[in-house]
């Protein structure tokens, strides 16, 4: 360059120096200005199987009339150490009219509340003019955004009891559950029965109703619910049903609901079968024996009348009066039948050794 050249090019800077130190109407008259903008406001989503960073894109241009160094910073109005901020680039060079895109990355961490809401800035400033620095000028531009937390649904099911009922026809029994909210905000979850057309064509049936809802807090449980269940009124054989549980979000239609199962067995009525066996299937070992004893002990007493009576028949008559005077209920006395001979007895000789009725003590019975 020559020595005229440098000569210009000192008196150039010179001036621009002393337009840019000058009054602001100088300062507009030159021509010096930033502006920025971005194309939205950013959503976070955090459920936890998909919690992604959101990322806008933000335009930085110089609207003045000489090439100026462009700085680009970010503020959080109110701080939250859950969620951050960065931005790709932060500084430019810009030529007079030139404009450059970056992005501004938002991450946050998962399950935060959907109520939470941030305010923050992205301020453009013009650091300096032809290699010139011009902090005093103050010229600067600001993108004023809201950063909000999307709302996703997650619910949890608990049965009270999972056992497997066995039930007779016609049968009621409740079935309880609680539903959990693990979501971001307030939800009301929803129970019913995700195979109830199966379950009604079966036969069985809800007296109750087959759905229940509840509005449940962030992290809280219902208290317990239930659905009542009523089997069918007559089944031919055993039945064995699956009860399929289904709880979901109605803050979230794109949540995955949540399901819980219990098994049913109806047993076939047992009228026919209990007059046929008698119900004795049902007896107890106790009862059997205790029964056994009774039975065996009518045995005895009808044997022991039976002998009373051979023994009053031998005695020819007259001490049937004696024999009366048992605790017992008097048996008639029949008479001896005619016969040609006497039929075989198989207690004949069982009292051969008693010489006569005198010798046998029924006061002793």
Same mark, same amino acid.
């Given at each position: 360059?020559?020595?005229?050249?440098?000569?210009?090019?000192?008196?150039?800077?010179?001036?621009?120096?002393?337009?840019?130190?000058?009054?602001?109407?100088?300062?507009?008259?030159?021509?010096?200005?930033?502006?920025?903008?971005?194309?939205?406001?950013?959503?976070?989503?955090?459920?936890?199987?998909?919690?992604?960073?959101?990322?806008?894109?933000?335009?930085?241009?110089?609207?003045?009339?000489?090439?100026?160094?462009?700085?680009?910073?970010?503020?959080?109005?109110?701080?939250?150490?859950?969620?951050?901020?960065?931005?790709?680039?932060?500084?430019?060079?810009?030529?007079?009219?030139?404009?450059?895109?970056?992005?501004?990355?938002?991450?946050?961490?998962?399950?935060?509340?959907?109520?939470?809401?941030?305010?923050?800035?992205?301020?453009?400033? /013009?650091?300096?003019?032809?290699?010139?620095?011009?902090?005093?000028?103050?010229?600067?531009?600001?993108?004023?955004?809201?950063?909000?937390?999307?709302?996703?649904?997650?619910?949890?099911?608990?049965?009270?009891?999972?056992?497997?009922?066995?039930?007779?026809?016609?049968?009621?029994?409740?079935?309880?559950?609680?539903?959990?909210?693990?979501?971001?905000?307030?939800?009301?979850?929803?129970?019913?029965?995700?195979?109830?057309?199966?379950?009604?064509?079966?036969?069985?049936?809800?007296?109750?109703?087959?759905?229940?809802?509840?509005?449940? #807090?962030?992290?809280?449980?219902?208290?317990?619910?239930?659905?009542?269940?009523?089997?069918?009124?007559?089944?031919?054989?055993?039945?064995? #049903?699956?009860?399929?549980?289904?709880?979901?979000?109605?803050?979230?239609?794109?949540?995955?609901?949540?399901?819980?199962?219990?098994?049913?067995?109806?047993?076939?009525?047992?009228?026919?079968?209990?007059?046929?066996?008698?119900?004795?299937?049902?007896?107890?070992?106790?009862? /059997?024996?205790?029964?056994?004893?009774?039975?065996?002990?009518?045995?005895?007493?009808?044997?022991?009348?039976?002998?009373?009576?051979?023994?009053?028949?031998?005695?020819?008559?007259?001490?049937?009066?004696?024999?009366?005077?048992?605790?017992?209920?008097?048996?008639?006395?029949?008479?001896?039948?005619?016969?040609?001979?006497?039929?075989?007895?198989?207690?004949?000789? #069982?009292?051969?050794?008693?010489?006569?009725?005198?010798?046998?003590?029924?006061?002793?019975?």
């Amino acid at each position: 360059m020559s020595r005229s050249s440098r000569a210009v090019w000192a008196v150039g800077l010179l001036l621009a120096s002393l337009l840019l130190t000058a009054a602001p109407s100088a300062q507009a008259q030159v021509g010096i200005g930033v502006q920025i903008d971005c194309d939205g406001n950013p959503e976070l989503n955090v459920r936890p199987s998909e919690n992604q960073d959101v990322v806008i894109l933000c335009t930085v241009s110089n609207s003045g009339q000489l090439e100026s160094t462009i700085s680009v910073d970010y503020e959080w109005q109110d701080d939250d150490p859950r969620v951050d901020m960065s931005l790709s680039e932060d500084e430019f060079t810009l030529a007079a009219g030139a404009e450059e895109e970056f992005q501004a990355t938002f991450s946050g961490s998962p399950r935060i509340e959907a109520d939470l809401s941030l305010d923050f800035d992205i301020t453009a400033m /013009i650091t300096s003019v032809m290699v010139l620095p011009v902090e005093q000028l103050n010229q600067s531009a600001t993108y004023s955004g809201e950063l909000t937390i999307a709302t996703f649904g997650m619910v949890d099911l608990t049965l009270t009891d999972r056992s497997t009922r066995n039930l007779e026809v016609s049968e009621e029994v409740s079935i309880g559950f609680t539903m959990g909210n693990d979501g971001n905000a307030e939800d009301k979850i929803e129970v019913n029965i995700a195979n109830l057309a199966e379950l009604e064509s079966a036969g069985f049936s809800f007296p109750e109703g087959s759905f229940v809802a509840e509005t449940v #807090m962030v992290e809280g449980t219902s208290a317990e619910r239930t659905i009542v269940l009523r089997t069918p009124s007559e089944v031919t054989e055993e039945v064995r #049903m699956q009860v399929v549980f289904e709880a979901t979000s109605t803050n979230d239609g794109t949540a995955d609901p949540m399901q819980s199962t219990v098994t049913v067995v109806v047993q076939a009525s047992t009228t026919n079968a209990a007059l046929v066996g008698g119900g004795l299937e049902e007896l107890s070992q106790d009862q /059997i024996q205790l029964y056994a004893a009774i039975g065996g002990g009518v045995i005895v007493f009808f044997l022991l009348i039976f002998v009373v009576g051979r023994l009053v028949r031998r005695s020819g008559g007259p001490e049937l009066e004696d024999v009366t005077e048992l605790d017992e209920p008097p048996m008639p006395v029949a008479a001896a039948p005619v016969a040609p001979f006497a039929p075989f007895d198989e207690f004949d000789g #069982m009292f051969d050794d008693l010489d006569g009725p005198e010798e046998f003590d029924f006061d002793g019975l």
